[in-house]
């Protein structure tokens, strides 16, 4: 942003000091009634387009202050209107960035004194209406009078325009010219300056600026108008005031903040990789304050070969290098497999063994319509099912993550382990794998139900007799395909059968083996970890969040 600012901003000191070009011509017609004003013309404004003509043509050959003549040509002035119109759709742009991405207040015509005081403020300065700025922890430098009191000294417009002797008791900034009392009274509704101030600024420093803008000995007590700006500026630094207060982070909760690892950080032979690499990376991250580093602890490395055969040397390595930098560590059980969805650079598939029970058992798996497996993770159907060499899904977890916290007790008690996430389904999130990209799924189809493995077909008929409607034990039969849109199907479109009894049975069983699941699992981490925070991660709108803490 700043080298656009440079762009266009270069050599317009001279030319543009104290003018706001205007693009349409009822701006022109008013900045050439304000001059008129301005430089004193006692005649009555004549409607005629010649008549302003000969006034703007006469103000353009007034003598300027130092003796010369300004006249701006026709092809400059078309120049500065075209610079200025580039600058303003640069101004645009910057403005629509920071409204949509960075939530920033800006007026819809805001320029870009707007933008740089925002940013200001943001990175904690104090920017006053007259455009001092300074730090909040300190007080502007230079705006004093006698008693603390900031002075602003209210100046016309145009920069250019010759300024005259302030009678006394009138405002500043009035030419002496006006003799009758509208004419003073116009020129006072033009002199008087209320700010639109920022609501960061602080409530004193607002009312000292506001009572600036006002000349001395002029009765404000008995002019209407005054009094009623005064008022509505009182009324503004209230405004500021509370909004300040909103926008104050003091004593609020400290926000660690962690940096995720390279998910191949530790190959498949549980060693680390690239050490000196990781090394230098660990020093910036310090150097910045970053509070710690966040790392999968892969079920695939770490149990690969045999049941309860486990290898956590490469990540003894890791928590090593870690610690004598002072990082904290948030670790992720990690029970799926990696590769295939966005943001996998590496393959870790799930524990040879049990790649092997699932060729002879394949209902371990999620299953859709079609019988297509998903070996991202183990379906939740097998949680109670002692189809993994003698134990069920929930057991092989838990004697994972027990030995994880006896494997690295010192790093639990020394505080480097501040956090623990577990993983609870594909890609670590609590949810169905409906929506899986190596079976065909494209955004924005409504996917496929993942319950058609036996296990899981058990627990729905076991549901359905509960309920006293055994031929509900299926999946629904209309639900479409994965790339279906909701409409084109039977159960998801309006009025469809996910609103009838069936329906409604059956995706408050899907969702109940959902919850049961992160239950399950859920409770036996906060046993395996007691005292530890443990973190889950669920799966909404498509962004993947930590959705439950456990004290």
């Known amino acids: 942003m700043a080298s656009e600012m440079q762009r266009y901003d270069t050599n317009e000191d001279d030319e543009e000091m104290g003018m706001d070009v205007k693009e349409e011509d009822e701006d022109d017609e008013e900045k050439n009634a304000a001059m008129h004003a301005i430089a004193g013309f006692d005649g009555v404004h004549g409607s005629s387009r010649s008549?302003?003509?000969?006034?703007?043509?006469?103000?353009?050959?007034?003598?300027?202050?130092?003796?010369?003549?300004?006249?701006?040509?026709?092809?400059?002035?078309?120049?500065?209107?075209?610079r200025e119109r580039q600058r303003r759709a640069i101004t645009a742009k910057i403005l629509a960035g920071l409204r949509r991405h960075g939530n920033y207040n800006l007026r819809v015509r805001a320029d870009i004194n707007d933008v740089i005081a925002a940013l200001a403020r943001e990175a904690g300065w104090v920017v006053l209406p007259d455009g001092t700025t300074f730090p909040s922890s300190s007080q502007p430098?230079?705006?004093?009078?006698?008693?603390?009191?900031?002075?602003?000294?209210?100046?016309?417009?145009?920069?250019?325009?010759?300024?005259?002797?302030?009678?006394?008791?009138?405002?500043?900034?009035?030419?002496?010219?006006?003799?009758?009392?509208?004419?003073?009274?116009?020129?006072?509704?033009?002199s008087v300056f209320v700010p639109t101030s920022s609501p960061y600024d602080s409530s004193s420093t607002a009312r000292s600026q506001t009572s600036a803008m006002v000349a001395d000995g002029l009765d404000t007590q008995n002019d209407p108008f005054l009094v009623g700006s005064v008022d509505s500026i009182d009324k503004q630094v209230v405004d500021m005031h509370t909004k300040l207060q909103e926008r104050d982070f003091a004593g609020t909760p400290y926000i660690p903040v962690y940096v995720m690892l390279p998910l191949g950080v530790i190959n498949m032979k549980s060693e680390l990789v690239d050490a000196d690499g990781l090394v230098k990376q660990l020093r910036v991250l310090k150097s910045i304050n970053v509070d710690g580093v966040m790392v999968d602890c892969w079920w695939g490395i770490v149990e690969a070969n045999a049941p309860q055969d486990y290898n956590w040397n490469g990540y003894k390595r890791l928590f090593q290098v870690v610690r004598e930098h002072k990082l904290k560590?948030?670790?992720?059980?990690?029970?799926?497999?990696?590769?295939?969805?966005?943001?996998?650079?590496?393959?870790?598939?799930?524990?040879?063994?049990?790649?092997?029970?699932?060729?002879?058992?394949?209902d371990i798996y999620f299953t859709d319509t079609a019988g297509r497996r998903n070996p991202e993770c183990l379906s939740w159907g097998i949680d109670k099912e002692r189809v993994l060499r003698g134990r069920t899904a929930v057991e092989v977890y838990f004697d994972y993550m027990r030995s994880f916290r006896v494997e690295f007790d010192e790093f639990f008690?020394?505080?480097?382990?501040?956090?623990?996430?577990?993983?609870?389904?594909?890609?670590?999130?609590?949810?169905?794998?409906?929506?899986?990209?190596?079976?065909?799924?494209?955004?924005?189809?409504?996917?496929?139900?993942?319950?058609?493995?036996?296990?899981?077909?058990?627990?729905?008929?076991?549901?359905?007799?509960?309920?006293?409607?055994?031929?509900?034990?299926?999946?629904?039969?209309?639900?479409?395909?994965?790339?279906?849109?909701?409409?084109?199907?039977?159960?998801?479109?309006d009025g469809g059968d996910y609103d009838g009894y069936y329906g409604r049975f059956f995706l408050n069983w899907y969702s109940q083996v959902l919850i049961d699941h992160a239950d399950r699992v859920l409770s036996l981490a906060k046993l395996a970890f007691d005292g530890t925070c443990i973190a889950a991660k669920e799966f909404i709108g498509g962004i993947r969040q930590l959705a439950m803490l456990l004290n």
């Open 51 to 82: 008549n302003r003509f000969q006034h703007h043509q006469q103000y353009q050959e007034q003598p300027t202050p130092g003796g010369s003549r300004r006249c701006r040509p026709l092809e400059e002035k078309e120049r500065t209107k075209l």
């Open 141 to 190: 430098q230079g705006t004093g009078t006698a008693g603390g009191t900031p002075t602003t000294m209210v100046t016309s417009s145009s920069s250019h325009i010759p300024t005259q002797h302030t009678p006394p008791g009138s405002l500043k900034g009035v030419p002496s010219g006006f003799q009758n009392t509208d004419d003073q009274s116009a020129c006072q509704m033009k």
């Open 329 to 362: 560590i948030k670790v992720v059980m990690s029970f799926h497999e990696c590769g295939g969805n966005i943001g996998d650079d590496v393959c870790i598939p799930l524990p040879h063994w049990v790649s092997e029970i699932g060729r002879s058992n394949p």
């Open 413 to 493: 008690e020394d505080g480097i382990i501040s956090m623990v996430e577990v993983g609870l389904g594909p890609c670590g999130e609590l949810r169905y794998p409906s929506n899986p990209v190596k079976h065909g799924w494209r955004y924005p189809g409504v996917g496929e139900f993942q319950c058609y493995d036996q296990y899981l077909l058990k627990n729905l008929r076991k549901a359905a007799e509960a309920r006293g409607h055994s031929f509900w034990a299926r999946g629904p039969d209309n639900a479409g395909s994965y790339n279906s849109r909701p409409q084109e199907t039977g159960f998801f479109c």
